[in-house]
């Protein structure tokens, strides 16, 4: 049974930064591509990063990129989301995935087969 497990959320001030990590268990960790996903109140789960299997590609949605950097460590089962300049529309449910494809559509949650339990950041301006 795959688990996904969040961590690193908490409270920010804007223009701080936060690193949110992913640990993975069951499964063939470094088979995967992984993903972030974050769902604010009364908003739809929003694609935030997506990166390969051996960590060469990576992905950004537009409002994150340049600022957040997605990562991992396949040794160490993790998928880390560096956060910097961070915006109180940040604010949200953060969420890891696991692509069982490397589905060219990563931005859609439906390619994702198991997901965490979530972290909360808050950005407070």
């Known amino acids: 049974q795959v688990q996904l497990v969040e961590s690193g959320g908490g409270l920010a001030q804007a223009g701080g930064s936060l690193r949110l990590s992913c640990a993975a268990s069951g499964g063939t960790f470094s088979s995967y591509a992984m993903g972030w996903f974050r769902q604010a109140p009364g908003k739809e789960r929003e694609f935030v990063a997506a990166?390969?299997?051996?960590?060469?590609?990576?992905f950004y949605a537009d409002s994150v990129k340049g600022r957040f950097t997605i990562s991992r460590d396949n040794a160490k089962n993790t998928v880390y989301l560096q956060m910097n300049s961070l915006k109180p529309d940040d604010t949200a449910v953060y969420y890891c995935?696991?692509?069982?494809?490397?589905?060219?559509?990563?931005?859609?949650?439906?390619?994702?087969?198991?997901w965490g339990q979530g972290t909360q950041v808050t950005v407070s301006s």
């Open positions: 995935a696991r692509d069982p494809y490397g589905s060219a559509w990563y931005e859609r949650p439906s390619s994702y087969d198991y």
């Open positions: 990166i390969s299997w051996n960590g060469r590609s990576t």
